[in-house]
C-alpha cells in the first residue's frame, strides 16, 4: 500500500511540473524557460485591473499608462475566427495595431485588446448606456480593426474616449509636475502666508512676555492707533514704546507688519 501511495505521488508531480510556479522548487527550470519572463513581465498586464474591487493606486495608474506590459518578440498574438464565403478566415491582432493606435493596449490574460485611458478613467456608463468593450470587456473579435468604420475608429470618435483620454494626460502631468498643480499652489502659497503671519507675531509676544517678567505695565496713556515714530505723543506707554525701540533697533519682520497692517 506504501508503494502504491509514493507512486501516485510522484506520478503527480511528474504530470503537474510544468504548471507549478514555486520559485523555491522549479526557479532554474523557469528562469530557462521563456515564457518565465513573459510571466514576470505581466504584472502591468491591463486585464488583471478589470472589474476589481481594489482601488488603483496612483503609482499603478502612471505605470500602465506608461510601462504597460507588451508583447515580447516571438510572441503569438491573439486571432478570431470567421466564416466569408463558406471559408474560415482568420484575422489577428498585429504589432501595427498596437504601433497605429497609442491608447490601445493587449492583454495576455483576457486574450484581447483595451483602451488604457478608458480603464483607468473613463466612467462606468455615457448616455445611459453601459460600457463594454475596450473599457469593461476585452475587444476578441478581429475583423474590423482598420478602415473608417472600423472598431478602433469608431472607439475614437466616442466623447467618453477623449475625455478619458484627456483625463490621462491631465494625471500625467499633475503626477510627474506636483508644483504645477492648482490645489498644490494654492496651498503651498497658504503655507508661505501662514509662516510669515506667525513670524510677525514672533516680537510682538516676545515683548508681552519681557514686560511681564520685569513687571511692567502693558496698557500706557495712549496706546491706541497706528505706532509711528513721527507723529506719536511723547509716551505711548511700555508696550508700544518697546515695540517702537525694537523695530529702531532693526526688526525688519516687524516693521513691515506695522507699516502694511490695516488694524
Partial sequence: MQKKINDVFSSTSTSTSSTLTDPGTHSENLKNDESYSIIIDDS???????????????????????????????????????????????????????QNNHWLVLSDCMKGLFCKYCVLFASNTSNNVTLQTLVKKPLKIFSKLTGKDSDLKRHCNNKYH?????????????????????????????????SENRKRLVPIIE?????????????????????DDDARPSNEGNFRELLMFRISAGDKTLENHIKTTSS
Avoid at 507588451?70 to 463558406?86: A, D, E, L, N
Fill in 207 to 227: 515683548t508681552i512676555i519681557f514686560c511681564g517678567r520685569q513687571n511692567l505695565a502693558l496698557r500706557g496713556h495712549r496706546d491706541d492707533g497706528f505706532l
Fill in 44 to 98: 502591468l498586464d491591463i486585464g488583471k485591473f478589470i472589474n476589481t474591487s481594489i482601488p488603483i493606486d496612483d503609482f499603478t495608474k502612471c505605470a500602465l499608462l506608461e510601462k504597460h506590459w507588451v508583447p515580447p518578440p516571438g510572441y503569438i498574438y491573439p486571432f478570431s475566427i470567421h466564416i466569408r464565403q463558406g471559408k474560415e478566415i482568420k484575422r489577428n491582432v498585429l504589432p501595427v495595431h498596437l
Fill in 162 to 194: 477623449k475625455f478619458a483620454v484627456e483625463s490621462g494626460n491631465n494625471f500625467l502631468a499633475a503626477y510627474h509636475n506636483p508644483q504645477k498643480v492648482i490645489i498644490n499652489q494654492i496651498n503651498t502659497q497658504r503655507s508661505i502666508q501662514v
